[in-house]
Antibody
Framework: EVQLVESGGVLVQPGGSLRLSCVAS????????MSWVRQAPGKGLEWVSY????????YYADSVKGRFTISRDNAKNSLYLQMNSLRAEDTAVYYC????????????WGQGTLVTVSS | QSALTQPASVSGSPGQSITISCTGT?????????VSWYQQHPGIAPKLMIY???KRPSGVSHRFSGSKSGKTASLTISGLQAEDEADYYC??????????FGTGTKVTVL
């Protein structure tokens, strides 16, 4: 059974930093592109970033470019999101998601972890 | 990258069919057959319902179908059931190599 379990979400002050983690199980993690998707309270889904299996290729939404860094450790079946210079508008539930195919569809999702940016 | 445009809400009675539209540009929906649809119930992670415009993942009801014409993709739910009441989001691959979601549609079963 495919499982994705996120952690690391907390309350952080504006300008602060945070690292989210996602541990994968039930599939060959190293073979899949992985993404982070977020959802602000009461709002829609927003794609944040993705990383190819070999880690050499990463993409970011304009809203987080230069502040967030996605990475992975295939030996630990883990995906990470380093979040710096956090803003109130980064407050959201952050989901880890597996890219199921060449079209970028997200076929499995974690349960999400809540990041709150507030003073 | 601007969000794809979806109607804020769509409603229908049990047994009826409804269609949700998802309008983008030639740089996303219109340029690729990589449109997917997600169902999200309150407080729960989204679930993939349709991928590559019209393909259904294993386990998804045949009542859900997808199509595309030009820059607009559509999700049709036939034989509407109470459990279909949820938020629905489309998503597309873009010419920038990124993904973009739609604004979301709340489906209400009357």
């Amino acid at each position: 059974e495919v499982q994705l379990v996120e952690s690391g979400g907390v309350l952080v002050q504006p300008g602060g930093s945070l690292r989210l983690s996602c541990v994968a199980s039930g599939f060959s993690f190293s073979s899949y592109t992985m993404s982070w998707v977020r959802q602000a309270p009461g709002k829609g889904l927003e794609w944040v970033s993705y990383i190819r299996p070999g880690s050499s290729t990463t993409y970011y939404a304009d809203s987080v470019k230069g502040r967030f860094t996605i990475s992975r450790d295939n030996a630990k079946n883990s995906l990470y999101l380093q979040m710096n210079s956090l803003r109130a508008e980064d407050t959201a539930v952050y989901y880890c998601a597996r890219d199921g195919g060449s079209g970028g569809e997200f076929d499995y999702w974690g349960q999400g972890t809540l990041v709150t940016v507030s003073s | 990258q601007s969000a794809l445009t979806q109607p804020a809400s769509v409603s229908g009675s049990p047994g009826q069919s409804i269609t949700i539209s998802c309008t983008g540009t030639s740089s996303d929906v219109g340029g690729y057959n990589f449109v997917s649809w997600y169902q999200q119930h309150p407080g729960i992670a989204p679930k993939l319902m349709i991928y590559e415009v019209s393909k259904r993942p294993s386990g998804v009801s045949h009542r859900f179908s997808g199509s595309k014409s030009g820059k607009t993709a559509s999700l049709t739910i036939s034989g509407l059931q109470a459990e279909d009441e949820a938020d629905y989001y489309c998503s597309s691959y873009t010419s920038s190599g990124t993904q973009v979601f739609g604004t979301g549609t709340k489906v209400t079963v009357l």
